[in-house]
């Protein structure tokens, strides 16, 4: 089955740096990327999905980007505040299967 | 339109009994799928109904089981509880329309502590 790797798994930056979490998937035909923000006591919230025809999507302050050839994908986040502070998990699907297999998550701490 | 809302929030039971959790899903989506949140495991696919079928189950044991009614409620069932079961129990939501057919969209979940 499907297997998703997600680095690092801690990261903390000064408000207004930029932040990237990567994640490689082992299943080729997977086809749909999904990143998800959780904070403590919540579920987790999508904040921003690609599909495998895109190399690149972009939402305000965040963007993702995909190399199929590779099998990885990143999560960009520009000027980044506090409340950017919380657990960022990746995750991979076929699609429209909607089986997502997630990645560890990243505890990511933007200090003020 | 409201979110996927999960009832109960927090929940506590012992070894050897049963536990129900349900969840209504947005308004017009009809895919609910269930997952497991621990702090070990992560997070892992439980099972996927759609128009009251299951479609796809993940790699759990059959003491967890699921159902969904013609309203797209789903519930899910944990029998013999075990202390590993302890985790939090989540429920996600897709829409019907083509295109977004597999955007998954996440409820608060179920703290579930059994003792």
């Known amino acids: 089955g499907e297997n998703v790797e997600q680095h690092p798994s801690t990261l903390s930056v000064q408000e207004g740096d930029s932040a990237v979490i990567k994640c490689t998937y082992s299943?080729?035909?997977?086809?749909?990327f999904p990143w998800y923000k959780q904070e403590l006591g919540k579920g987790p919230q999508l904040i921003i999905d690609?599909?495998?025809?895109?190399g690149e999507k972009k939402d305000q302050r965040i963007a993702v980007t995909l190399n199929k050839t590779a099998k990885h994908f990143s999560l960009h986040i520009t000027e980044t505040q506090p409340e950017d502070s919380a657990v960022y998990f990746c995750?991979?699907?076929?699609?429209?299967?909607?089986?997502?297999?997630f990645g560890s998550g990243t505890q990511l701490t933007v200090l003020p | 339109k409201a979110g996927v809302t999960q009832t109960p929030r927090y929940l506590i039971k012992t070894r050897g009994q049963q536990v129900t959790l349900s969840c209504s899903p947005i308004?017009?989506?009809?895919?609910v799928s269930w997952y497991q949140q621990t702090p070990g495991q992560g997070l892992q696919f439980l099972f996927e109904?759609?128009?009251?079928?299951?479609?796809n189950k993940g790699n759990f044991p059959g003491r967890f089981s699921g159902r969904q009614f013609s309203n797209s409620r789903s519930e899910m069932n944990v029998s013999t509880l075990e202390l590993g079961d302890s985790a939090l129990y989540l429920c996600?939501?897709?829409?019907?329309?083509?295109?977004?057919?597999?955007?998954?969209?996440f409820g608060p979940g179920t703290r579930l502590l059994v003792l």
């Open positions: 996600a939501s897709s829409p019907s329309t083509s295109g977004r057919r597999e955007t998954q969209y």
């Open positions: 299943d080729s035909a997977s086809n749909y």
């Open positions: 690609i599909r495998s025809n895109v």
């Open positions: 995750a991979a699907s076929r699609g429209s299967a909607r089986q997502l297999t």
């Open positions: 308004s017009g989506h009809r895919s």
């Open positions: 109904y759609f128009s009251e079928t299951q479609r």
